[in-house]
């Protein structure tokens, strides 16, 4: 065997799937050889969008993020790095829908006491019919949905939320989406779940862990077990350019305010958004991967934080708002995650989130404007007066989510067929392999490509964490250590 030992892996990203790469690297490393991982992150904060933004003490997320996963190498991680900084906290939310609140997951008699027993025979009647006699074509979010919950659930529930979120037509949507998204559920699983007491659907968890200080501390944590073991973790830099030679990338060119630097590298692990990814290689992949790069779609989100003057107006986790009169399509309680994301016990902080585009109205809306609208619809949906708000933070996220449109598909296996010919170079996570994952699978995907630098023959692009539920997941190679 050829022994290795100083090798270098950049890592662009300082997400959760760019910062565990950086540690699982770290833990794969012995004496007989030894990566040691650069992570570059453009922002001031790690963790992405599982990142914790602190403005005066009042702590909040970029969206929630819940810590749940039955992927034991992710688990092991959350423990190790967070030990008695986890939180166990119970899980509860609803939806607002015409002027009242659902139960979600649903509990059969407060559904049935607000859609009224008419509405809710329709809606059984419906979904029998689509069950007797489902859709033959299943290739949108509409057609898969309408086949597991019948058109008039559909046309309740699913329809103008989807349209909130996506700002596109749900026939547009791919029904890979709602297959990954709302997994294994149907409207039998459902009232049986809500009659039986029962619940083993994975997006419908009563229970789950949590950061004491949000879901950055685990990132920040990360970090520093990173820097500790040996590794860095450069904040404010920005990879401008991947330079390749052939099949092989041997650097990144960096801009930090230091200046412009390249830096050698033997693996590059990236976590950037496909498009973005495409457009620094230098030179450039072939024109079809170029194109490919640029048909992907991405939907962009903000957050109005408001700090209200009392406690919290609702117990929930958060609100999910299908109401079409507002243009929130979420509203967190952060005290409901963690007490310490405030520091007062008589406010609150409420997170008021906005699915957009860039560049759009409300994108464009200065953080004045955006205060304005959120207390108005705080006030709308009758949760809080808009005149107990006395502060609020706007945080705009680009890139927030992949669109799962008609051309995606494609797209990605365009640009994986080509990445996957470059023999140090790994992408990963929710934007690099344009999947909208939850944070195991980020992270899981993350793991497998440290691996792969290890020796192993991972198809990163074909990690599932849905057959860790089912045992069947590609298991670490028990021997990484002596590969090549």
């Known amino acids: 065997m050829t022994t290795r030992t100083g090798e270098t892996a950049l890592i662009l990203g300082g997400g959760p799937a760019g910062l565990t790469a950086a540690y699982h690297l770290q833990k794969l490393s012995d004496p007989d050889r030894s990566v040691r991982p650069v992570v570059f992150e453009v922002g001031e904060i790690v963790g992405g969008i599982a990142r914790t933004e602190n403005k005066d003490g009042y702590r909040f997320d970029i969206g ?11 688990l092991d991680m959350w423990t190790e790095v967070m030990g008695d900084d986890f939180l166990t906290r119970p899980r509860q939310s609803r939806i607002y829908y015409r002027g009242r609140f659902y139960d979600y997951p649903l509990k059969l008699f407060n559904a049935l006491g607000n859609i009224g027993p008419y509405e809710a025979a329709r809606i059984v009647m419906s979904y029998g019919r689509w069950r007797a006699f489902p859709s033959k074509k299943e290739d949108s979010f509409e057609e898969w949905v309408i086949n597991r919950f019948g058109e008039r659930l559909y046309s309740h529930f699913f329809r103008s939320y989807t349209e909130k979120v996506w700002g596109i037509s749900p026939k547009v949507i791919r029904a890979d989406w709602a297959a990954q998204r709302i997994k294994n559920l149907s409207l039998s699983k459902a009232v049986w779940n809500a009659v039986s007491g029962k619940n083993d659907t994975t997006s419908l968890i009563e229970e789950f862990q949590y950061p004491r200080l949000g879901p950055g501390m685990m990132w920040e944590k990360t970090a520093e077990a990173v820097e500790a073991a040996g590794g860095a973790v450069e904040m404010r830099h920005y ?22 630097q390249v830096h050698d590298a033997d693996h590059v692990i990236s976590s950037l958004a496909l498009d973005d990814l495409v457009a620094a290689f230098d030179p450039p992949p072939p024109p079809h991967v170029i194109a490919a790069a640029n048909k992907l779609r991405y939907r962009d989100f903000l957050i109005v934080t408001l700090v209200l003057d009392h406690h919290d107006p609702f117990p929930d986790n958060w609100i999910y708002v299908h109401a079409p009169e507002v243009k929130v399509g979420r509203i967190q309680n952060f005290r409901a995650w963690s007490p310490e994301m405030l520091p007062r016990e008589d406010t609150a902080s409420i997170g008021m989130e906005y699915f957009c585009a860039e560049g759009d109205d409300l994108w464009t809306m200065s953080d004045d404007e955006l205060r304005a609208l959120a207390a108005q619809e705080l006030e709308t949906l009758s949760l809080a007066s808009g005149d107990t708000v006395t502060g609020s933070y706007v945080i705009r996220q680009p890139k927030a989510y992949p669109v799962y449109d008609e051309h995606y598909q494609e797209a990605v296996d365009a640009i994986s067929g080509w990445i996957k010919g ?22 899981l995907t993350a793991m497998k490509a440290a691996e792969n630098v290890f020796g192993a023959g991972h198809d990163v692009w074909d990690v599932n964490v849905e057959r860790s539920y089912h045992e069947e997941f590609m298991r670490p190679s028990e021997d990484l250590r002596r590969a090549s």
Not at 64 to 74: A, C, E, Q, S
Not at 424 to 442: A, C, E, I, K, P
């Open 422 to 443: 470059l023999e140090n170079f790994h992408t990963v996570g929710r934007n690099g392999l344009h999947r909208y994952n939850n944070q195991d699978h980020s992270m």
């Open 64 to 74: 929630g993020h819940r810590f749940f996963t039955k992927v034991k190498p992710v």
């Open 239 to 260: 990879a401008k350019r991947i330079l390749r030679e052939g099949n092989r990338v041997t650097g990144v060119e960096v801009a930090s305010d230091d200046g412009v």
